[in-house]
C-alpha cells in the first residue's frame, strides 16, 4: 500500500486530511446537497480535483519508491564487491581460513553498507585506491585488476542514485504539480462550496454547521501549501 503522506509537507497533510474530510461528508449527504444545485456541481468539481490529487500522488510516490529501489540494489551490489576486496586487505594477505575470511567478508559489508552516501563514497575510494596499490597481493586471493575496475564502475552507479539529478528534476516538477492541484482544490472551496453551502436551507442545517466546522479545522491550523 502507497504511502500517499509522503510526498506532502505537514501543511499539505493537514489540508489533505480535511479534503478527505469534506468529500466524505458530501458523499454521505448526497440528497441533502441536491438542495442546491450550484454546491452540488462544484462538489462533484471537487470530487474530480481529488481524483486528480490521489492520481498524482501515486505518481510522486511511485516514482520515489522506484528511485529507492535502484539505489538500494546498486548500493548492496556496491558493498558486496567492495567488502570482499576489503577483507582481504584487511587480512593482510595472511592465510586466512575459509571460514574467517567469509566472516572477515561479512563484517565489511555489514559496516560498508551501513553508512551513509557521502562515507560510503569516500570509503569506496580509499579501497579501490589500496586495492590498485597491492594488486600483485590481491591476485593470490583471487582480486583481479577487471574485478577492481568494476568496483569503480559501480561506485559511479551508486554515485548517480545519491546525488539523483535526474531523479530531482522530476521530483521537482511533481512537487508543483502537486501543490497547484491544491491551489485549486483551495479556490474550489473557498470560493464556491463555502458559499454556496448556506443555499441548502434549514432543512439541511445540520450538514451545514458539520461542514463549516470541518473547514474551520482548515483555517485554524492549516497554512497555504
Known sequence: MLNLYAMLNSNQILKYKMYTEILELCDTNKRRINFSSQFNDSFLMFKMKMDDINEMLELATIVKNKHQDRKDVSKKRLCNVASEIKGMLSGKFTSFSQKALKIKIAECFVELYASEDCILEKKIEK?????????DDLLKFGI??????VLKEMLIEYQDTFYQKNFDA????????????FWEADYLLRKELDRYVSRLGRANSSFVVEYR???LLQYESVQVA
Do not use: C, D
Request: aromatic share 4%; no cysteine; net charge positive.
Open 213 to 215: 466546522e470541518t473547514r
Open 127 to 135: 579501497i579501490y585506491a589500496e586495492a590498485h596499490l597491492k594488486i
Open 144 to 149: 583481479t585488476a577487471p574485478l577492481i575496475e
Open 170 to 181: 522530476v521530483n521537482k516538477t511533481l512537487l508543483i504539480n502537486i501543490k497547484t492541484l
